[in-house]
């Protein structure tokens, strides 16, 4: 069993930056890839980023590639989501979550993610 808590969401404006962060507790956290994904109101979640065990692969979503870094640091059992450049339509309740597959590096579907975050907000003003 894996716990994951998020924080670093809140209220900014179009053009700013904001780092979220996820920290888990429970199992061995590098034995897990990770992701972040968000959902907005009236939308379905979908996939922002992921990383793998180790932290040297990694995959974003075309809409926050090149405005978006995710990192993972083991020893602290935390990973993060560098948000740079934000837009309105950034605006979302983010979630971090954790994969007990194993196949692949990292993966970017919700339904391959067992563990999730309670998800925190944030809002981009224009």
């Known amino acids: 069993q894996v716990q994951l808590v998020e924080s670093g969401g809140g209220l900014v404006q179009a053009g700013d930056s904001l780092r979220l962060s996820c920290t888990a507790s429970?199992?061995?956290?590098?034995?897990?890839?990770v992701g972040w994904f968000r959902q907005a109101p009236g939308k379905e979640r979908e996939f922002v980023a992921a990383i793998s065990k180790i932290g040297g692969r990694t995959s974003c979503a075309d809409p926050v590639r090149g405005r978006f870094t995710i990192s993972r640091d083991n020893a602290k059992n935390t990973i993060y989501l560098q948000m740079s450049r934000l837009k309105p339509e950034d605006t979302a309740v983010y979630y971090c979550a954790a994969s007990g597959l194993t196949d692949r590096f990292y993966y970017t579907r919700d339904h391959e993610y067992t563990y999730w975050g309670q998800g925190t907000q944030v809002t981009v003003s224009s």
């Open positions: 429970g199992r061995t956290f590098i034995n897990y890839p």
